[in-house]
T-cell receptor
Framework: DGGITQSPKYLFRKEGQNVTLSCEQN?????MYWYRQDPGQGLRLIYY???????QKGDIAEGYSVSREKKESFPLTVTSAQKNPTAFYLC???????????FGSGTRLTVV | AQSVTQLDSQVPVFEEAPVELRCNYS??????LFWYVQYPNQGLQLLLK??????LVKGINGFEAEFNKSQTSFHLRKPSVHISDTAEYFC?????????????FGKGTRLSVIA
């Protein structure tokens, strides 16, 4: 079945360490997105990519980095520069304007 | 730039009662509108969307929404809720004709259905 796979589901890291969250899709979607979700704040856009080897910053890109070397994959690295990285991270993809997104099941990152 | 305001952060309702979750948007151009549902510790699932045509849109699980251009609203309704409808609901907007630019989401409304 086609879909988006985010891994791992839960991730624990020590403060000051970089961590990479995986997002893979087999839907042949061109565009992929990363959102951060905090209680009461809704979804805030971190980065997005509309084609391979190209990506744009979202509203809260500071402290994060991404790559898009393959159409299927859009990994997100949370760096030590991100001041408050503990959150629920959601990856999504879309193929056409107006169709809406397909979401992954999310990764809950806890930094201690 | 677009924005979305979900007017209620929490809505408690008794089982089998009707519910309305309110959403207002702001945009200088024509838009597409979406409602998503999120169950605990899961991703978001598309409930329904408005692209064009009839302003009353029917979605999954018995939900419907009405697009009102003059009031810039897209309220979500269900005539009779079930315990299983307890979840968080997000309204989202994107600009028509802008390609795959990102959706802008509201802050969410937590629907709690009480037995």
């Amino acid at each position: 079945d086609g879909g988006i796979t985010q891994s791992p589901k839960y991730l624990f890291r020590k403060e000051g360490q970089n961590v990479t969250l995986s997002c893979e899709q087999n839907l042949n979607h061109d565009a992929m997105y990363w959102y951060r979700q905090d209680p009461g704040q809704g979804l805030r856009l971190i980065y997005y990519s509309q084609i391979v080897n190209d990506f744009q910053k979202g509203d809260i890109a500071e402290g994060y980095s991404v790559s898009r070397e393959k159409k299927e994959s859009f990994p997100l690295t949370v760096t030590s520069a991100q001041k408050n990285p503990t959150a629920f991270y959601l990856c999504a993809s879309s193929i056409l304007e107006g169709i809406g997104y397909t979401f992954g099941s999310g990764t809950r990152l806890t930094v201690v | 730039a677009q924005s979305v305001t979900q007017l209620d952060s929490q809505v408690p309702v008794f089982e089998e009662a009707p519910v309305e979750l309110r959403c207002n948007y702001s945009s200088s151009v024509s838009v597409y509108l979406f409602w998503y549902v999120q169950y605990p510790n899961q991703g978001l699932q598309l409930l329904l969307k408005y692209l064009s045509g009839s302003t009353l849109v029917k979605g999954i699980n018995g939900f419907e929404a009405e697009f009102n251009k003059s009031q810039t609203s897209f309220h979500l309704r269900k005539p009779s809720v079930h315990i299983s409808d307890t979840a968080e609901y997000f309204c989202a907007v994107s600009e028509r004709g802008s390609g795959n630019t990102p959706l802008v989401f509201g802050k969410g409304t937590r629907l709690s259905v009480i037995a």
